[in-house]
C-alpha cells in the first residue's frame, strides 16, 4: 500500500501487538476448539483501515477486564501493547473498537494515515 505516512516503527507497533494480543489468546483455547486469526488491511476512502478478529476461549468475568486478560511473568507487561497501539491511533486521528462475543475478540482501526492527507 503506497503513500502511507506512518513509519515502520508505527506499523511495526500496530501490527505485532495485535498479531501478539491473537496468537496469546489462541493459545489458551482449549483442545478442541477451533483456533482462528484473521487480519484485514485496506484503504477504505481515505482511511487505512485495519481489521483483526481472533478466537478466544471465554469472556472476562468483569467490564473493566474487557482486554485479553495476561498470565504469568506478562502480567508486567499486561496493556503495554494496547497503550502502542492506542498512541499510533491517536498519532493519526484515527479509531479503534474492540468486541468480544461467541468467543471471539476483534479489533477494528481507523486511520487518516495517507501522505496527502497529513500534509
Do not use: W
Not at 1 to 15: D, P
Not at 36 to 41: E, G, M, Y
Not at 44 to 65: F, V, Y
Not at 83 to 104: L, Q
Amino acid at each position: 500500500m503506497s503513500g502511507l505516512a506512518l513509519s515502520s516503527v508505527e506499523i511495526c507497533a500496530l501490527f505485532s501487538n495485535l498479531l501478539d494480543n491473537a496468537i496469546e489468546a489462541n493459545r489458551k483455547c482449549p483442545a478442541g476448539m477451533e483456533r482462528r486469526i484473521s487480519l484485514l488491511c485496506a484503504r477504505r476512502e481515505k482511511m487505512l483501515m485495519i481489521s483483526l478478529s481472533n478466537s478466544m476461549e471465554k469472556e472476562p468475568k468483569s467490564q473493566e477486564h474487557r482486554h485479553a486478560e495476561t498470565a504469568g511473568q506478562d502480567r508486567k507487561l499486561h496493556g503495554f501493547g494496547m497503550r502502542s497501539i492506542r498512541k499510533v491511533v491517536d498519532s493519526y486521528h484515527g479509531n479503534m473498537k474492540t468486541d468480544m462475543r461467541d468467543n471471539e475478540y476483534s479489533t477494528v482501526i481507523y486511520l487518516a494515515a495517507f501522505k496527502e492527507q497529513i500534509s
